[in-house]
Each structure stands twice: as structure tokens, then as C-alpha cells.
């Protein structure tokens, strides 16, 4: 996948600058010790388990195969939170993105999220992705705050749909955005630089 953004780009947040860079080969120790990081809860944002070495790897081929677009937020060689949207250009839903976006528990609340993001649309865009999707537990309310706040709204709430690893079950709440729509205004009112 190609967008027009060239990366890496260095982004502002309230704990310092940050380098946001795509996915490599190379990144599996790093992707594992920001897994590790992770509360077990907050891994159930994913749809995998990303502290397996498994995992990871089928990540990085997926990643290389172009089958999903990574972005890393990154101090020197340590993932402090990561971006990722799945695309299968031949499903029948071929113009639905799911994006993925966690953060390091140490740069919560210090607007990483949102530029990860807000990231995520400009790459969306440029993949011709009209529509946007995201899901959480439901017991996950900062995060949906968040992306309410970013244009997202609830369109479905899954009943008991994950279960962690104690075998507890989650209700899962997906979100979703009109990507086309929000470029429609944005290009409208010449706001596309922005983006």
C-alpha cells in the first residue's frame, strides 16, 4: 500500500516528540516487549493475542504482504503505541477499513491516541477506504470517549463476543465512521491540507 504521506514523520505529543513510522521486518522484539507492557485486558482490543512471537510474526508477513498498513509510534527503538487498518479489497465490504490503534500505558492520556488516529484517516483516504470501523469492550469507555470524540458512533454491541484469558467474557461495541462523507466536507471547505 502507498499513500501520499511519506513516513517516517515525527509527531508532537504532551510527553515529547515521537518518530511515526511504518511496520518493519525487523520489529518483532520491539512489537513484543510494548505487548508485554500491555495489560492482559487491553489486549482485547486486538483480535489476536499480540505477545505470542506467533502472532507477531504472521503480523509482519501481513504486514509485507500488504494485506494490512502498520504505522509505529516510536522513541528510539521502543513501540510506544502502534496504528493498524485491515482491508480486504475483495470482500464484499472492500470499502470498509478496521482500524486498530493501542496505546503504551505510559502515553496514555497525553494525546497519542488521537494522532495515531487521526493518522489512520489519512492513510484510509488514501486507500480509498469509505468507511471506518473500531471496536473495544464495551467496559472500555475512555477509548470510546475518545473516538466518539474523533466523529465515530456506536453501531452494534456484541454480546459476550471475547473471552480473556481468566475466561471471562467481554461484550465487544463496534464504532463506526464515514471516512467519504467526513473527506467530502473536508475537501469542500479546502481543508484537505490539513489532513
Not at 32 to 58: C, E, G, Q, T
Not at 85 to 113: N, T, Y
Not at 162 to 170: A, T
Request: proline share 3%.
Amino acid at each position: 500500500m502507498t499513500t501520499t504521506r511519506s513516513y517516517p514523520i515525527t509527531i508532537a505529543t504532551d510527553d515529547g516528540d515521537l518518530l511515526l513510522r511504518r511496520l518493519r521486518e525487523t520489529d518483532a522484539e520491539a512489537l513484543l516487549a510494548f505487548a508485554n507492557r500491555l495489560s492482559p485486558h487491553d489486549l482485547l482490543f486486538l483480535r489476536r493475542d499480540i505477545s505470542h512471537p506467533k502472532v507477531v510474526a504472521a503480523w509482519i508477513e501481513a504486514e509485507r504482504a500488504g494485506r494490512i498498513t502498520t504505522l509505529l509510534a516510536t522513541r528510539g527503538e521502543m513501540v510506544l503505541g502502534c496504528a493498524t487498518i485491515i482491508r480486504d479489497p475483495l470482500s464484499w465490504a472492500s470499502h470498509v477499513g478496521e482500524m486498530r490503534v493501542i496505546v503504551d500505558p505510559s502515553m496514555r492520556g497525553k494525546g497519542l491516541g488521537q494522532k495515531l488516529t487521526q493518522e489512520c484517516f489519512v492513510v484510509a483516504i488514501d486507500m480509498g477506504v469509505e468507511k471506518m470501523t473500531a471496536q473495544m469492550t464495551a467496559d472500555q469507555r475512555a477509548a470510546i470517549a475518545v473516538f466518539e470524540g474523533m466523529g465515530f458512533h456506536p453501531e452494534a454491541l456484541l454480546l459476550d463476543q471475547v473471552r480473556d484469558r481468566d475466561g471471562k467474557k467481554h461484550d465487544i461495541v463496534i464504532l463506526g465512521h464515514d471516512v467519504a462523507a467526513f473527506h467530502a466536507r473536508m475537501t469542500a471547505y479546502g481543508l484537505t491540507a490539513a489532513i
